[in-house]
């Protein structure tokens, strides 16, 4: 069964970087099936996808975060990695790791396994 | 980019069926996917594509699509359903693999 795990500090000051792991197991990252992705819920809103990453390296960025998000991917480790710039309060939000399902012929998008989250509150 | 809109809240009598709506342009080109996220915890996905439940999802759950709406209808609503709903699709705008959500749908059984 594919599980998703987030992992990295909690807690992150003004103006620093956001960095995020996420860990894929019981499947590999390595699929041509699947994109990977980073959402993210500030506390008490919405849902907002960040990017999302295909294990080739091809990236896609929410055009609002564009200029401050970085994924990256490792698919020796079975892990791609979420980097967000000049953080304020708020990008303080619950952020998960999903995996993207493409089924083009069909035109059927949708997430189908999340990690848990993980909670980053950015203050000083 | 494309936006989706949901009503904010939406109220059910137990045992009944109730419609959760999503509006968008992005619909009349991609189908909806529907999520189902209770409090403390992560996303779980209910529908996606024309009407596809995922296993372990009840069949009273269900989906439909006209034109820019997509709908997620529960057919005998549970105490257990109580939930926020939130669609997705893939974005049209561009030729981008882009994705939005849409504000969610706080569902309250009576």
């Known amino acids: 069964q594919l599980q998703l795990q987030e992992s990295g500090p909690g807690l992150v000051k003004p103006s620093e970087t956001l960095s995020l792991t996420c860990t894929v197991s019981?499947?590999?990252?390595?699929?041509?099936?699947?994109?990977w992705g980073w959402i993210r819920q500030p506390p008490g809103k919405g849902l907002e996808w960040i990017g999302s990453?295909?294990?080739?390296?091809?990236?896609y960025y929410n055009p609002s975060l564009k200029s401050r998000v970085t994924i990256s991917v490792d698919t020796s480790k079975n892990q791609f990695s979420l980097k967000l710039s000049s953080v304020t309060a708020a990008d303080t939000a619950v952020y998960y790791c999903?995996?993207?399902?493409?089924?083009?012929?069909?035109?059927?998008?949708?997430?189908?396994?999340w990690g848990k989250g993980t909670t980053v509150t950015v203050s000083s | 980019s494309s936006e989706l809109t949901q009503d904010p809240a939406v109220s059910v009598a137990l045992g009944q069926t109730v419609r959760i709506t999503c509006q968008g342009d992005?619909?009349?080109?991609?189908?909806a996917s529907w999520y189902q996220q209770k409090p403390g915890q992560a996303p779980v996905l209910v529908i996606y594509?024309?009407?596809n439940r995922p296993s372990g999802i009840p069949d009273r759950f269900s989906g439909s699509s006209s034109g820019n709406t997509a709908s997620l209808t529960i057919t005998g609503a549970q105490a257990e359903d109580e939930a926020d709903y939130y669609c997705?699709?893939?974005?049209?705008?561009?030729?981008?693999?882009?994705?939005?959500f849409g504000g969610g749908t706080k569902l309250t059984v009576l």
């Open positions: 999903a995996r993207l399902q493409l089924e083009w012929l069909l035109s059927y998008y949708y997430m189908d396994v």
């Open positions: 019981g499947g590999s990252i390595s699929s041509s099936s699947y994109y």
């Open positions: 990453i295909y294990y080739s390296g091809s990236t």
């Open positions: 992005s619909l009349r080109s991609y189908y």
């Open positions: 594509g024309k009407n």
């Open positions: 997705n699709s893939r974005d049209s705008s561009g030729n981008h693999l882009h994705w939005v």
